[in-house]
Antibody
Framework: QVQLVQSGAEVKKPGASVSVSCKAS????????MHWVRQAPGQGLEWMGI????????TYAQNFQGRVTMTRDTSTSTVYMELSSLRSEDTALYYC???????WGQGTLVTVSS | DVVMTQSPLSLPVTLGQPASISCRSS???????????LNWFQQRPGQSPRRLIY???NRDSGVPDRFSGSGSGTDFTLKISRVEAEDVGVYYC??????????FGQGTKVEIK
């Protein structure tokens, strides 16, 4: 069965960076693009960007350009999302989800606080 | 950029009664391949989003048949024929036509009266 398992919760100080991982299993990793979506407390879903696990190419939402980097490791079927220059407004649940949203990770809570 | 607008944003419903959520896009969601990539997601409290409907009207595996999707072009609707207690949560429409960019609606909170 398809599973996307994300790394655990993180607490970071303003200005720091965070890396969240998403390990895929149950399907051919390189056959499906992966998106990252975040959800601030009590808010809606916000698309952050997409990575092609096959070639590693990425497209980022304008709101995150310059601060987000998505990478992948095909040897472990894992995608990574790194967000830098963190501010309090980045406190949110971060989700990975397979293309067209048929499978989602469990979410990773990132808390930014001094 | 494509803007997705849902209404209503809050929907109190009596158990066993129908519910309907509207989603409008600022641009046509008909892809050059002829498909319309409009999906609906349910997010129950404390859970990850779950896809219910893909390409306007196709129910995902395991989704009860009381959920149905319809629409075309820029106007879409999610209907629940008879609301059950487990349907409480927030519902989002999402366009995937203008790939690779996704856009979500603001979400509609369904609660029991």
């Amino acid at each position: 069965q398809v599973q996307l398992v994300q790394s655990g919760a993180e607490v970071k100080k303003p200005g720091a960076s965070v890396s969240v991982s998403c390990k895929a299993s149950g399907y051919t990793f390189t056959n499906y693009y992966m998106h990252w979506v975040r959800q601030a407390p009590g808010q809606g879903l916000e698309w952050m960007g997409i990575i092609n696990p096959s070639g590693g190419t990425t497209t980022y939402a304008q709101n995150f350009q310059g601060r987000v980097t998505m990478t992948r490791d095909t040897s472990t079927s894992t995608v990574y999302m790194e967000l830098s220059s963190l501010r309090s407004e980045d406190t949110a649940l971060y989700y990975c989800t397979r293309d067209q949203g048929d499978y989602w990770g469990q979410g990773t809570l990132v808390t930014v606080s001094s | 950029d494509v803007v997705m607008t849902q209404s209503p944003l809050s929907l109190p419903v009596t158990l066993g009664q129908p519910a309907s959520i509207s989603c409008r896009s600022s641009q046509s969601l008909v892809h050059s391949d002829g498909n319309t990539y409009l999906n609906w997601f349910q997010q129950r409290p404390g859970q990850s989003p779950r896809r219910l409907i893909y390409k306007v009207s196709n129910r995902d595996s395991g989704v009860p048949d009381r959920f149905s999707g319809s629409g075309s072009g820029t106007d879409f609707t999610l209907k629940i024929s008879r609301v059950e207690a487990e349907d409480v949560g927030v519902y989002y429409c999402m366009q995937g036509t203008h790939w690779p960019l996704w856009t979500f609606g603001q979400g509609t909170k369904v609660e029991i009266k």
